[in-house]
């Protein structure tokens, strides 16, 4: 339906530039162990075991997904599960109530999309393509109503707010618009995909099993692996154009904040259950808060941290001028885009029927 | 804005997919309702509104219009769809429900082509939110009854319906009715703070421009066999010129307005070009998908237009000018930024707080009413619909077209007379196609 001009950019950058990259690191992370290379200003966090008695499975690396129909891939890295302390520690700088108090959660393994989800990777989902190319019983496998995989209504206007299209991150979609894409991947790759889950996000983005990954307050740091207020010119800047975390993941911190499969509760961290939580998930009921991790382009260096999380508000849609407001556009949220995960142990149907959510008007 | 956001599979999937939604109202209009008008509230007065036109952007209309004030109620509602009116009051309802500000009986909601008439003569105010082709007769009866108007953008889509709005706006005048025309970035601060700026110099004389709405695509409804073919155009309204008069004008026009604004002119010609270089099928009516024009100002200044709707290219809506003493970049989300010549930014707009500008629309409305002022903005209404048009003319004919011309052009989209029996005035050819504009032979009328 689009020009398929730049998906040919799209194929280049990504065989020639993020792949090597992210091997040639990891490579490097686990020659040399990593805690090294990064500034550690969390001395205070344990490193696991797990990173020593982990071996190296070969049906858990990376890989590339194609999606059928289009030149356009997306770049899926492998997160070892283990178990870590979430939360900021008490008299961190920038400490923020909502943060804390520290938990120990442990979270499952999982693949990840190396970055926030592109304009090219989102704009693959039409429904023209879906209809025709999503046999019924592929959907019943998954437990996805045909219905419930429509395109998102186009909005009116630019999309991109001005600051660019190819190569850039997706934003301003709505939390389910997001659900629905996930959905409407799993369709289209026969593989489940979901949004991560607070706890698999920031888990990811601290680097899993290394832990070390949050260059609180190195601000030389800060600029050579993120996107903030002080570097981005009011602008997000194109996926993974600075270095990644030591799994090879890009942008966590910065450039857009990114969608979670949570509610949003000020009070996460005491809602959590047991000496170590075991996946927790906060299952949306409401449509607004819903929770949004890390900082983006338009935030300042002290946002721009794994801990960093937001509930959404229907302030984001404030320049809405229908009602209901769009099921699939903020008009007001140009600094929220999302990436995937896929589980490395694909749940039951009725598992993922659970994180099909369902729509919930906004008037 | 009169661009429905509803996909065009969604009424088909809305029922089943939507079984077992919540529905819920976020708490942003319960926040947003002032507390200013709360003791207006207390008077035995209430202001009644009627909505005609009931689609999404008339639902949010009504949905601004009660949220103005307590002492505001909707007593009429108007629509040729009577899904479309069921499913807006709906949504007006699960808010408004149990508020005396939803007050449409039965028989005070009116289905047809002349509902409009029935409704506009309950209210004090009435919402003139239909597809543009219809807005000058709508406008014209309510000034002739002596209502005050919110109408929606663009208020034409033709020169003889322009005429009849600025013809009606003479009415309006004398018999001092606000009118509000729904070309929000008037009411926008960052918009309101750079025309100050531009009144005090700070850039200078505008010189040049350039007015973007290129965006990707756009909504289109499918024909169904059970619609005849005049219910099929009100569906898919977007794509025919009576009704909606092309993107240039129906969308872009915000844009074409501002350079007006800012410029304190209108423009006295326009040439350009545009076309069907993707959207080709027939499903697609008879409008282009890009346009690009060139506006020419009686001082001199040029302002070059571009508009388009195709999916994956470059987009930007926003507008910017050079002046002879800096440089503005400003857009609808709030941003305007003054560069001087030398790209040193010199003012720059913090709108992250800014109000909803359709919210402000509309209370600017009332708060006129019930003060007894006058907000009127027929004039600007219409003539920027005008230029719009003027525009459309350029890139359809590929002649240069001025505007008194364009004024006084017997080029009639409107049949007078509109009802379900009517043949629509354009039909498509034997395999289903509709006459497009041909640039170089399409005639200058």
């Known amino acids: 339906m689009s020009g398929n001009n730049h998906t040919s950019i799209v194929k280049k950058y990504v065989t ?27 001395t205070d966090q344990e490193i696991p075991g797990a990173a020593t008695e982990h071996e190296i499975d070969p049906d858990f690396a990376a890989y590339t997904q194609n999606i059928h129909g289009s030149e356009v891939t997306m770049d899926m890295v492998p997160v070892q599960g283990g178990t870590f302390t979430m939360g900021l520690a008490p008299g961190e700088e920038g400490k923020d109530s909502h943060e804390g108090p520290q938990r120990r959660v442990s979270v ?10 592109s304009w ?9 393509v879906v209809e025709k190319e999503i046999a019924e019983e592929q959907l019943d496998r998954f437990g996805i109503e045909p219905d419930a995989i429509v395109t998102p209504s186009p909005p009116w206007g630019d999309k991109t707010f001005g600051m660019g299209r190819i190569g850039y991150p997706a934003v301003g979609m709505t939390h389910y618009a997001a659900v629905v894409y996930a959905m409407w991947l799993t369709a289209k790759t026969g593989e489940f995909h979901r949004l991560p889950t607070e706890a698999e996000w920031e888990y990811a983005c601290r680097g899993g099993i290394y832990q070390n990954y949050n260059l609180q307050g190195d601000a030389m740091a800060l600029e050579e692996y993120e996107w903030f207020r002080g570097n981005s010119e009011n602008s997000y800047q194109k996926v993974a154009s600075k270095k990644p975390n030591p799994l090879g993941l890009y942008d966590l911190k910065g450039n857009v904040a990114e969608w979670t499969m949570d509610e949003y509760h000020d009070d996460y961290h005491d809602r959590l259950d047991g000496e170590i939580a075991d996946n927790p998930w906060f299952k949306p009921d409401v449509l607004y808060p819903r929770a949004v991790r890390g900082g983006s382009y338009r935030d300042p260096a002290g946002d721009i941290r794994c801990t960093h999380r937001r509930g959404s508000d229907g302030h984001w849609s404030r320049n809405d001028p229908q009602i209901p407001r769009s099921m699939w556009w903020h008009t007001d949220a140009p600094f929220v885009g999302f990436r995937l995960v896929r589980p490395k142990e694909t749940p039951s149907r009725e598992e993922m029927m659970e994180y099909w959510i369902l729509p919930i008007f906004d008037f | 804005m009169k661009t429905n956001d509803t996909e065009k599979k969604i009424e088909i999937t809305r029922r089943d997919f939507v079984k077992g939604a919540t529905m819920t109202a976020s708490g942003l209009l319960l926040g947003s309702l002032p507390l200013s008008s709360s003791a207006y509230a207390a008077g035995s007065d209430m202001i009644k509104v ?5 689609g999404g952007r008339g639902t949010g209309a009504a949905f601004n219009a009660l949220a103005a004030g307590s002492d505001i109620k909707l007593v009429a509602m108007a629509d040729v769809f009577e899904n479309r009116l069921e499913e807006s009051y709906s949504r007006l309802f699960q808010r408004f429900g149990d508020s005396e500000q939803l007050d449409v009986p039965e028989d005070h909601k009116f289905i047809g082509f002349d509902g409009y008439k029935k409704a506009t003569d309950l209210a004090d105010v009435v919402l003139l939110v239909t597809p543009p082709g219809f807005c000058p007769r709508h406008y014209k009866y309510a000034v002739e009854k002596g209502k005050h108007v919110f109408m929606e ?11 009849t709005v600025l013809e009606s706006g003479k009415i309006a005048r004398g018999k001092k009715l606000n009118v509000v025309v729904g070309l929000q970035r008037r009411y926008q601060n960052n918009y309101r703070e750079i025309l100050r700026r531009i009144h005090n110099r700070e850039i200078g004389d505008i010189v040049s421009g350039q007015v973007y709405w290129n965006q990707g695509e756009l909504w289109m409804r499918e024909r169904k066999p059970e619609y005849s073919e005049l219910e099929y155009q009100m569906r898919n309204w977007y794509y025919f010129n009576w009704l909606c008069g092309d993107h240039i004008l129906e969308q872009h026009v915000h844009q074409i307005d501002v350079a007006n604004w800012f410029l304190g002119q209108y423009p006295e010609k326009a040439q350009g070009m545009g076309g069907r270089e993707v ?5 697609y009516g008879q409008i282009f998908d890009h346009h690009f024009v060139e506006f020419t100002y009686p001082g001199g200044a040029v302002i070059a237009s571009q508009c388009r ?6 987009m930007r809506v926003a507008e910017e000018f050079q002046g002879t003493r800096g440089v503005l970049s400003i857009d609808g989300s709030n941003n305007a930024i003054i560069r001087d010549r030398n790209q040193n930014v010199r003012f720059e707009h913090d709108g992250l707080e800014d109000p909803n500008p359709y919210q402000q629309e509309i209370d600017e409305l009332f708060e006129s009413i019930r003060r007894g002022h006058v907000i009127d903005n027929t004039d600007y209404g219409a003539k920027s619909t005008l230029a719009g048009v003027m525009g459309r003319m350029a890139t359809y004919t590929g002649q240069m077209i001025d505007w008194d011309a364009a004024l006084h052009s017997q080029d009639k989209l409107v049949p007078d007379h509109i009802d379900w029996d009517i043949e629509p ?11 497009i504009p041909i640039p170089g032979q399409t005639p200058v009328l």
């Not at chain 1, 090219?120 to 429904?127: A, D, M």
């Not at chain 2, 959207?279 to 499903?283: H, S, Y």
């Open chain 2, 279 to 283: 959207r080709r099928g027939k499903e």
């Open chain 1, 108 to 117: 499952g393994s999982f693949w990840m999309t190396s970055h926030e989800i």
């Open chain 2, 153 to 163: 953008k663009p208020v034409a889509t033709d020169a003889p319906g322009v005429r």
């Open chain 2, 425 to 435: 005035p354009v039909l498509p050819d034997e395999n289903g196609y509709y006459p």
């Open chain 1, 120 to 128: 090219e990777q989102y704009e693959l989902f039409h429904l023209e």
């Open chain 2, 50 to 54: 009627a909505l005609v036109g009931c």
């Open chain 2, 309 to 314: 709707q195709i999916p994956g290219c470059f």
């Open chain 1, 16 to 42: 020639e530039s993020v792949i090597p990259a992210a091997a040639l690191l990891l490579l490097v992370f686990f020659a040399t162990g990593c805690s090294k290379l990064f500034g550690t200003a969390e």
